[in-house]
């Protein structure tokens, strides 16, 4: 736990020296080191966005931060600390943005746990579902499903603490998500050609902005 490692450091740590750390979740921090916060230490959470399903050192590449964001969620006003990592995060080729915790953790949970949350999901759902041959299924897995096999191999336990830490947000976007989920099935269920078309078509046209942002 990052909170935990975090105390343990302050044993050894003076009060310019800088703390970062490279979490998912931002809002772990427990008030008795946030207390420690400028006396012990000079806290600047970071999150890299950047990486893929397979974690570990042996997995990294030369351009894994390449043009990626990294978001700073500062703690207190130390500028200096802010620029300081700021810079080591841009020579190694990233962007740099900085934000608020709530607002880093709540847009996470749109954009990165819930997506990973029904992948891990809709993997379970398939092998769940009572078919003769379970084998044919992982034969003929390709395409979408297949995508989400991608993101369903990523490490567990990391998973697992990251939807736990986040648990509030990921909650209230996961009842969003559902909400549209039941208007969907609705949809279906009427035919509205027309409505299902243009959901679909206004999804296209975000994954193409989303595709000229990354360029």
Same mark, same amino acid.
């Given at each position: ?27 772990? /921090? ?30 990294? /590449? ?54 990973? !949350? ?26 979408? /499903? ?13 998973w697992t603490d990251i939807f736990l830490k986040n648990k509030?947000? !990921? ?9 549209d989920i039941e208007k969907i099935k609705k949809l !279906? ?7 299902? /078309? ?18």
């Open positions: 736990m990052i909170d935990n490692i975090v105390n343990k450091l302050s044993d050894y740590t003076e009060k310019n020296q800088i703390i970062s750390d490279v979490g998912s979740v931002k809002n772990i /921090f427990e008030q008795r080191t946030l207390k420690l916060n400028n006396k012990k230490f000079s806290l600047v959470p970071g999150h890299p966005i950047a990486g893929t399903e397979h974690s570990g050192a042996k997995n990294a /590449f030369n351009s894994l931060f390449q043009d990626k964001w990294c978001i700073l969620t500062p703690i207190g006003s130390n500028k200096k600390s802010v620029r300081i990592v700021s810079q080591i995060w841009k020579r190694i080729g990233m962007k740099v943005a900085t934000m608020k915790i709530n607002e880093h953790d709540k847009i996470m949970s749109i954009t990165s746990h819930l997506p990973h !949350l029904i992948a891990f999901t809709i993997v379970g759902t398939a092998f769940n579902l009572n078919i003769k041959k379970k084998k044919e299924l992982i034969n003929f897995a390709a395409g979408g /499903f297949k995508d989400f096999t991608r993101i369903g191999s990523s490490d567990p336990k990391m509030g947000f !990921l909650k209230d976007t996961l009842s969003l998500f559902l909400k !279906l269920e009427d035919e509205k050609y027309s409505q299902i /078309f243009r959901l679909l078509k206004r999804t296209k046209q975000i994954r193409n902005i989303i595709i000229k942002k990354r360029i």
